[in-house]
């Protein structure tokens, strides 16, 4: 490949995945480093290559692609190896893997987020009052949605050969897509947090590619 990948990355964001993978492909490619505002929002400057001003955005010759989970597909089916691809029988687990992550784990997990935001910027004379009422959504909301999720992965991981969602003998997909939310979780702690979940987040952290990713993508608060 003639041409380095441009990847814009937003630290502490779902960007982190993109980096792994590209480092388990062993692809050459270059860091846009973008850094969140006071407000933990996108920097402006995002929207001069994403009209949502969202990352990660890559950049890949005439291809200009956002959302995390329509690059890492688009870079596996371009520059992946057969290794790197669900075998026949996992291709099912993995493309369901690829659509949960976003579709069903991370919005509950962005909730709670929201949840623990909201008494924290409210006027201080209401905070008391606010944490309480949130403290409570958390309890009888949040929190059982994330031990029927996290019971959901841990069976899944239990049965699958070689701990990878997909049960191939690498990541897959599947795999960089559940990294970000498992990682928020396992860094979040609690009952919720099963014991499969944290050797999966360990496991990929041990990986030498996800090590060389880390250190090129900057400080991340869930490594």
Do not use: C
């Amino acid at each position: 490949m003639s041409n380095k990948i441009i990847v814009h990355h937003l630290n502490n964001s779902r960007s982190q995945r993109v980096l792994w993978l590209l480092e388990e492909l062993e692809l050459p490619y270059e860091i846009k480093h973008h850094t969140r505002t006071s407000e933990q929002r996108a920097p402006p400057e995002l929207l001069a290559v994403n009209p949502l001003g969202k990352s990660p955005v890559i950049q890949d010759g005439d291809v200009t692609l956002a959302e995390s989970g329509a690059i890492v597909e688009y870079i596996i089916e371009k520059y992946g190896k057969p290794t790197d691809k669900p075998t026949e029988a996992g291709k099912l687990d993995n493309l369901y893997y690829v659509h949960y992550s976003e579709g069903t784990l991370m919005p509950i997990l962005v909730n709670k987020l929201v949840f623990s935001l909201i008494p924290s910027h409210a006027p201080f004379f209401i905070r008391p009052l606010l944490w309480l009422v949130f403290g409570q959504v958390d309890k009888q909301l949040i929190a059982p949605e994330l031990k029927k999720n996290n019971a959901l992965i841990d069976e899944h991981l239990k049965k699958t050969a070689g701990g990878w969602f997909a049960g191939g003998p690498e990541p897959t997909a599947a795999d960089y897509m559940m990294l970000f939310p498992m990682e928020a979780m396992a860094a979040a702690g609690g009952d919720v947090v099963g014991s499969r979940l944290k050797e999966w987040v360990e496991k990929v952290h041990e990986r030498p590619a996800y090590q060389r990713a880390l250190e090129k993508g900057g400080k991340y608060s869930y490594a």
